[in-house]
């Protein structure tokens, strides 16, 4: 490999090295038709967009098919519809039936309601399957003793009245059916008035 002087304006002479590639030029740059490098993939937007399929699956999927339940010991019942549980964290909660409407504390069979909930689930280990919360605080859902909706229970022992009509499971509205058919509970005397009719009444008598 040789050297060639290059002679510069200034009287010195620059060494050019004919051993240099081919098609790079004295800088280190390749010579020819400018091609561009391959831009790194842009990640973060691929992130972005899997985070908003994620979140557009997630709406999809109705509301009721994410149940959030708790589980405890039924430690106190207040009445025909609403009661007390101690969960795994040691924490006391208030749980309301959903469904359903047991009668107010001054009404017919109001005692006997309470009773039959006590029968039911006192001192037991249940599951609330969480449907919403209380106007007032706690949990409002259906709750599970020893294989039982007790929800059901309370209406077919004649004990509660279905709260949503029509029923969003069939099984309150056939259960309610015969249990009026059989007179029993309060449907043994006739006339008798739902709780939330009762609840109207007693509000006009204050005012």
């Not at 229970?153 to 099984?171: C, H, V, Y």
Request: aromatic residues 6%.
């Amino acid at each position: 490999m040789t050297a060639s002087p290059m002679r510069l304006g200034s009287g010195k002479t620059l060494l050019s090295d004919s051993s240099q590639p081919a098609g790079r030029s004295s800088q280190g740059l390749r010579s020819g038709p400018f091609r561009p490098a391959a831009l790194p993939a842009n990640r973060p937007t691929r992130v972005r967009l899997r985070s908003m399929l994620t979140l557009l699956v997630t709406l999809a999927i109705p509301a009721g098919a994410i149940a959030d339940s708790i589980t405890g010991q039924a430690i106190a019942v207040l009445d025909g519809d609403t009661f007390e549980i101690r969960d795994s964290a040691n924490t006391i909660q208030r749980v309301r039936l959903s469904l359903i409407d047991a009668p107010e504390k001054h009404q017919d069979f109001s005692s006997d309601s309470k009773i039959s909930l006590t029968e039911l689930i006192q001192g037991k280990a249940v599951r609330v399957d969480i449907a919403g919360t209380g106007q007032h605080g706690g949990w409002i859902g259906k709750v599970w003793v020893d294989g039982l909706d007790a929800n059901l229970e309370q209406i077919k022992r004649g004990m509660a009245w279905i709260l949503a009509k029509p029923s969003p499971d069939p099984r309150y509205f056939d259960a309610e059916k015969d249990a009026r058919m059989a007179r029993r509970g309060i449907w043994s005397k006739d006339g008798a008035v739902p709780p939330w009719e009762y609840r109207n009444l007693e509000i006009r008598w204050r005012e």
